[in-house]
């Protein structure tokens, strides 16, 4: 998620006071990270619903979208801090109807980092950059003092060229569409957590960190206007997400709980370790809102790909609750979906 | 200046071992960081010889930047580490000949921070990109925990236009172009250190941190495409800007000692400091290699803005002695004016 959203700026946060700091939770994709938003977005006269913003160029329509990467431990099951920044922000842009163009690469480096190290995260983007089809074009590298820094951060930013006839925007959700969803949620954030914390459940699983790109332009061919809006769920998790998505459209989102594709795995260790599937990172999957009389043909279409291979439909837009996120348990009762308050796992990303 | 730049992947770098770690040499914009590069950039398959990157989406021209700054103190005379990002971005652009159309911005903050340092760094990114005529259009923000960063890092990303008629590179320059530059140097520099430090220089000077597209479209204007290479001095100074400079072009350079520049100020920090005020670092002035025969018309419509106000003639390119730059001293003898080796001021930007 990045500061371009601010789901709450319509629902008025406290707002911050004078003597508050900054705390991990600020981080999270959820509410206090909302909040935070909400104070800074509107000192930069930024537009604040998108990931990634469209560039008035003339034609082509230029896409653009940044992110930074803190991710630790930076090697994990599926990935590395260098793939998982390429995969994130090509899918940012691909959520914007975008093809990317171009990346930039800027390090931010602790002194004493092992150079090999740093070779392995750049031989990384190189490789992730390749498979995307997008070259890595300029770079920079900052290094700090022992002690200012946890090793390696990396920030990239993207350049994408918009898909013609691609609509999809955050606002662009209406009621009665399908809410699909491209694979299992909870990968990312569960193997990360489990390696940092050494909890074991990373044997079974592994990050699903991957780029979208090629899902989102299938599923805009296929589905042409009636693509509506796109998400990848990352920080925050699919909760994030889909309040997200419903507050900018202004619609309800009523979910199925028993269509949620969550891996056993996953469920396991939210299980144990007091956690909401609904609220884990994800890299490698999206959420869509489909004019229904396209969902079937979308859903092929993804069905049609590796990284769509498992793609389901979750759910149906409503004009009831707008702005609200309302799953139907397995036992017929609803529960309210919501952003976290502050931080459930630091550093995911 | 950033990854893009690798000047000695012509004069073959001693290759950097297994076991090397990164030293805060490696991020000073000489030769361990020219080291670094030729280590690096290889693995990306970048252009390696600019500091902005022409991306091909047809017309207009596409130019993209990227800085990361981590610079120590975080407010100080003449800008902060906001104004420092957009104008550092921005003139990255405008050395290519780009005017800036789009930034973004990524934070990685510091858990603890003030909110309202936070705030004061956002207003002064909005202030300086609205002095510069662009919008910040999305950005992202990471919290790391207490002691995983040193406060605040900013990392922006610039989308820019190439102006019609600009063919700078910085492989432009040819034997015989004027070398000119836009003002005095050493100003960031000395006043970063000072102010760090303690010292007491800056209370005479301050940074000339400032955004540079306006001259440098007024300088492709009068000279057309006599204008063959600009380049801003940042990290480095400008004996680092002419030396990579001087390598892409294959020319040498010719300094005229008694013309270049130097505020009392500054010469009278380095003595004591046993700094070379063409080592220190600049964010507010530019280096150009331009036609003889337009020089004259160049330097007019550089003298006729602000920012160029102090514009002078500081050298030659000569075809002797290609990639080496090369001083006439006060006294008439010669000096080879060479890329430092290490760090010689950290967490300058």
Not at 44 to 52: I, V, W
Not at 85 to 105: I, K, S
Not at 113 to 121: A, F, G, K, T
Not at 291 to 303: E, F, I, K
């Amino acid at each position: 998620m990045s500061t371009g959203f601010d789901p709450l700026a319509a629902t008025c946060p406290a707002p911050l006071t004078e003597d508050e700091r900054v705390l991990l939770g600020h981080g999270s994709g959820g509410r206090l990270m909302a909040e935070l938003l909400a104070d800074l977005t509107p000192r930069l006269g930024a537009p604040a619903t998108e990931d990634a913003a469209l560039v008035t160029t003339g034609a082509p329509e230029i896409v653009v979208s940044t992110d930074g990467f803190v991710v630790t431990p930076r090697f994990f099951p599926g990935g590395d801090i260098g793939s998982l920044a390429v995969h994130g922000t090509v899918n940012d842009l691909a959520m914007r109807g975008a093809v990317p163009v171009a990346l930039t690469l800027a390090y931010i480096v602790e002194e004493g980092l092992p150079l090999e190290e740093l070779r392995r995260v750049t031989a990384s983007v190189a490789a992730a950059a390749r498979a995307c089809d997008v070259p890595v074009v300029t770079g920079d590298t900052k290094v700090v003092g022992r002690g200012a820094a946890d090793g390696l951060y990396v920030t990239t930013t993207g350049v994408g060229v918009r898909l013609p006839g691609a609509h999809v925007s955050a606002a662009g959700g209406r009621p009665g569409d399908a809410v699909l969803l491209s694979g299992p949620i909870g990968l990312h954030g569960v193997t990360i957590l489990s390696t940092r914390e050494g909890l074991g459940f990373e044997t079974g699983i592994a990050s699903d960190s991957r780029p979208l790109h090629r899902l989102a332009a299938a599923m805009i061919t296929a589905g042409s206007c009636g693509v509506h809006a796109l998400r990848d769920p990352t920080r925050g998790g699919l909760s994030a997400a889909l309040n997200e998505l419903a507050a900018a459209s202004g619609v309800g989102v009523e979910l199925d709980e028993p269509a949620v594709p969550v891996p056993p795995e996953v469920a396991a260790a939210c299980d144990l370790l007091g956690l909401d599937p609904l609220h884990v990172a994800n890299e490698g999957c999206l959420v869509a809102f489909v004019d229904p009389a396209r969902a079937g043909a979308v859903l092929s279409a993804m069905r049609a790909r590796p990284e769509g291979a498992q793609a389901t439909r979750i759910g149906t837009l409503v004009a009831g609750h707008p702005g609200r996120v309302i799953m139907r348990t397995l036992v017929g009762s609803t529960r309210v979906v919501d952003l976290l308050v502050g931080e459930q796992l630091p550093r995911i990303c």
